[in-house]
């Protein structure tokens, strides 16, 4: 069972940044493929970016890119979401979310874990 624990939500102002974490308590963390999904009230949950397990492979959202980076820290179990540009239209909660492949976490295939998600609010 992998834990994952988001960190580094909050309130911004429009075109300021901030950068997400999400710390994973397995030791085998470099054996997932790791992801950011969001959520906004009333709307579906949104794939944000994506990265394979030795980081080779990235893959964002298409309104992220160039603004959002991913990357990950095996020796550390973490990944992390660097938002740059912030909108409000970003606000949501964001999660963390691992599993055997991006693609996988995106089509929302059996076997995946989640965060409990961090808030991100951008006034404007």
């Known amino acids: 069972q992998v834990q994952l624990v988001e960190s580094g939500g909050g309130l911004v102002q429009a075109g300021g940044s901030l950068r997400l974490s999400c710390a994973a308590s397995?030791?085998?963390?470099?054996?997932?493929?790791m992801a950011w999904f969001r959520q906004a009230p009333g709307k579906e949950r949104e794939f944000v970016a994506g990265i394979s397990r030795t980081a080779v492979s990235t893959y964002y959202g298409d309104s992220m890119k160039g603004r959002f980076t991913i990357s990950r820290d095996n020796a550390k179990n973490t990944v992390y979401l660097q938002m740059n540009n912030l909108k409000p239209e970003d606000t949501a909660v964001y999660y963390c979310?691992?599993?055997?492949?991006?693609?996988?976490?995106?089509?929302?295939?059996?076997?995946?874990?989640w965060g409990q998600g961090t808030q991100v609010t951008v006034s404007s």
């Open positions: 397995e030791r085998t963390f470099s054996s997932y493929a």
């Open positions: 979310a691992a599993g055997i492949s991006v693609s996988g976490l995106r089509r929302g295939d059996p076997g995946g874990y």
